[in-house]
């Protein structure tokens, strides 16, 4: 048996968290340990959009065959290739509500279900876990410190749903590009045959736009678009789009989306009871099983359309966000582009859409989307 992290139940002990991307190994910088605290209470922090992911527990998530037996999950530098997992049984993902801080790094905001609010939560690696049957999925593994860089706990973030009353080998650690893993789900996607506005009013599907062609924004007019990005992935766990019936938001046709994916709502009477009139509210959030639901199964191809700003757009006649550049999503573009960009992006960084994001509990109802058509109708 290695020794390592046990994060007992009773008596945890205090283990420093080191890697890749931890600040103690350069991650932030020159940044100390002070100065990074700051920057997680900081003001603006705060103002960055949440994301809420399912998360697995440590604890619920334990070695029964190798090196590591009986062990709870660890970090990366204390995995063991080949070492058997199980599910506790009883156990259930909790949502764990993170907003960016720096590269790989973030902090556990206030809406969170589990975790510490307030704490740095660490991207450590992208693991792959292999069932018995021989289907292979992606995970993250995200580890919470405290003020002093202890790890507080460590979570496992499927990208995939997880049988919980199956095993899974672990066959692959991957500490290089875990920020990459990540971008796929913090991006806002479009899926293919999207109809995207035109700066002439036509409507065209996001796979026939190229870089250079102009898109109706809500704010700025006429808007170039800087980048397409493309991915395809399974339409499963994270990944599943969302599918807004037509009709439902006064949309022509279905708008099919990432679950993530904010939509703006100008409310001309405030039926959801926001305090104000311009909204921004997540797909997932919609989700009532009839006009809005979760399309899974298969595969998807999503569409990310970037501009000089973050925009809100017109996808299917909704109002939809375009790519917003920050720690999180900056990994998924080409490295020439990220780089020419800097780490200040103006229109990106300056978040000119914060302040209007909706939380889930007024949306928490069955009714929430038809709601919001109310509201934002004449």
């Given at each position: 048996?290695?020794?390592?992290?046990?994060?007992d139940?009773?008596?945890?002990?205090?283990v420093?968290?080191?890697?890749?991307?931890?600040?103690?190994?350069?991650c932030?910088?020159?940044?100390?340990?002070?100065?990074?605290?700051?920057?997680?209470?900081?003001?603006?922090?705060?103002?960055?959009p949440?994301q809420?992911l399912?998360v697995i527990r440590c604890?619920?998530?334990?070695?029964?065959?190798?090196?590591?037996?009986d062990?709870?999950?660890?970090?990366?530098?204390e995995l063991?290739l080949?070492?058997?997992?199980?599910?506790?049984y009883?156990?259930e993902?909790?949502?764990l509500?993170?907003r960016?801080?720096?590269?790989?790094?973030?902090?556990?905001?206030?809406d969170?279900?589990?975790?510490?609010?307030?704490?740095?939560i660490?991207?450590?690696?992208?693991?792959?876990l292999?069932?018995p049957?021989g289907?292979?999925?992606?995970?993250?593994v995200?580890?919470?410190v405290?003020?002093?860089?202890?790890?507080?706990?460590?979570?496992?973030?499927?990208?995939?749903p997880?049988?919980?009353s199956?095993s899974?080998?672990?066959?692959?650690?991957n500490?290089d590009?875990?920020?990459?893993?990540?971008?796929?789900?913090?991006?806002?996607?479009?899926?293919?045959?999207?109809?995207?506005?035109l700066?002439?009013g036509?409507?065209?599907?996001?796979e026939?736009?190229?870089?250079?062609?102009?898109v109706?924004?809500?704010?700025d007019?006429?808007?170039q678009?800087r980048?397409?990005?493309?991915s395809t992935v399974?339409?499963?766990?994270?990944?599943?789009?969302?599918?807004i019936?037509?009709g439902?938001?006064?949309?022509?046709?279905?708008?099919i989306?990432g679950?993530?994916?904010?939509l703006?709502?100008?409310?001309?009477?405030?039926?959801?009871?926001a305090?104000?009139?311009?909204?921004?509210?997540?797909?997932r959030?919609?989700?009532?099983?009839d006009?809005?639901?979760v399309?899974?199964?298969?595969?998807?191809?999503?569409?990310?359309?970037?501009?000089d700003?973050?925009?809100i757009?017109?996808?299917?006649?909704i109002?939809?966000?375009?790519?917003?550049?920050?720690?999180?999503?900056?990994p998924v573009?080409?490295?020439?582009?990220s780089?020419s960009?800097?780490d200040?992006?103006?229109?990106?960084?300056?978040?000119p859409?914060?302040?209007?994001d909706v939380?889930e509990?007024?949306?928490?109802r069955?009714?929430?989307a038809?709601?919001?058509?109310?509201?934002?109708s004449?």
């Amino acid at each position: 048996m290695i020794n390592r992290l046990t994060l007992d139940r009773h008596t945890p002990r205090l283990v420093k968290y080191h890697n890749k991307q931890s600040f103690n190994a350069g991650c932030i910088g020159s940044m100390t340990q002070d100065s990074f605290n700051s920057t997680l209470k900081s003001p603006q922090a705060a103002l960055v959009p949440a994301q809420s992911l399912p998360v697995i527990r440590c604890h619920d998530f334990t070695v029964i065959d190798g090196a590591n037996l009986d062990d709870a999950l660890s970090f990366a530098a204390e995995l063991v290739l080949d070492d058997v997992y199980e599910f506790r049984y009883g156990s259930e993902p909790a949502r764990l509500s993170l907003r960016p801080v720096g590269e790989a790094v973030f902090k556990v905001a206030e809406d969170t279900e589990i975790g510490q609010a307030g704490a740095a939560i660490h991207l450590d690696s992208a693991l792959t876990l292999m069932s018995p049957e021989g289907q292979t999925s992606d995970a993250l593994v995200l580890v919470e410190v405290d003020d002093s860089g202890h790890v507080n706990d460590i979570y496992l973030l499927p990208l995939v749903p997880l049988n919980h009353s199956a095993s899974y080998s672990l066959v692959g650690i991957n500490t290089d590009n875990p920020a990459q893993t990540f971008a796929q789900v913090a991006c806002v996607n479009f899926s293919r045959g999207t109809h995207i506005t035109l700066a002439s009013g036509a409507q065209r599907p996001i796979e026939d736009l190229q870089v250079g062609d102009r898109v109706l924004t809500r704010d700025d007019g006429p808007q170039q678009v800087r980048w397409i990005g493309q991915s395809t992935v399974r339409a499963v766990g994270e990944f599943a789009p969302i599918c807004i019936t037509a009709g439902t938001l006064n949309n022509e046709h279905d708008l099919i989306l990432g679950p993530d994916h904010r939509l703006f709502i100008y409310q001309r009477s405030d039926k959801l009871g926001a305090g104000r009139s311009e909204l921004l509210v997540k797909a997932r959030h919609l989700v009532n099983g009839d006009s809005v639901r979760v399309r899974d199964g298969g595969f998807v191809d999503y569409f990310q359309l970037l501009f000089d700003g973050h925009q809100i757009i017109f996808a299917e006649g909704i109002a939809a966000e375009s790519m917003l550049i920050d720690s999180r999503t900056k990994p998924v573009l080409p490295a020439d582009l990220s780089e020419s960009l800097g780490d200040v992006i103006p229109g990106h960084s300056d978040l000119p859409h914060s302040g209007l994001d909706v939380q889930e509990g007024l949306l928490n109802r069955p009714d929430a989307a038809e709601l919001l058509k109310k509201a934002s109708s004449r």
